[in-house]
């Protein structure tokens, strides 16, 4: 019995020495809050390089990717696409009188509007039509777009 008595005398100088201890506590919370700051700037730095290792897995598909590409074979154009078709007396005034694809006939027409410069400074989208294109396309100015259900109208 002698000895529970000394643990509960050991007990009692433990509780007295604890507020002591909070009492040096609220004095120092200026240093363990700049203490604080350090250990979870060490903290960020242990979890920044375990973020980049799944970075590092991310980017190995990303190289798998490009092996797709490579068994994709050329592509065999639209049999409609390459039928050759009639200009009408217009059209064959930029183009040529020679039966072509519609894909050739549009080429051409891009050639001549860049040989003339005839596509706008400010909007590259639109194209400015000169005497024989007017006649093409009825207006002024067409956006490239536009241009190409106009060609539909002028060839056979």
């Known amino acids: 019995m002698a000895t529970a008595k000394k643990a509960t005398a050991k007990k009692a100088p433990a509780k007295k020495a604890a507020p002591a201890k909070k009492a040096t506590a609220k004095k120092a ?4 809050k700049k203490a604080a ?3 979870k700037a060490t903290a960020k730095k ?3 390089p375990a973020k980049k290792a799944p970075a590092a897995k991310k980017a190995a598909p990303a190289k798998k990717a490009p092996a797709k590409k490579a068994p994709a074979k050329k592509r065999t154009p639209n049999a409609a696409f390459m039928k050759p078709l009639t200009p009408d007396a217009s059209l064959a005034a930029v183009v040529g009188n020679n039966p072509l694809p519609r894909t ?3 080429s051409k027409l891009w050639a001549y509007i860049k040989k003339n410069k005839l596509q706008d400074n400010e909007n590259k989208r639109m194209v400015n039509a000169d005497d024989k294109l007017r006649t093409l396309f009825g207006k002024n100015q067409v956006s490239m777009f536009e241009m190409a259900g106009l060609i539909g109208k002028h060839v056979k």
């Open 29 to 32: 919370p200026a240093a363990a």
């Open 37 to 39: 700051p350090a250990k």
């Open 46 to 48: 242990v979890a920044a």
């Open 104 to 106: 050739e006939i549009v």
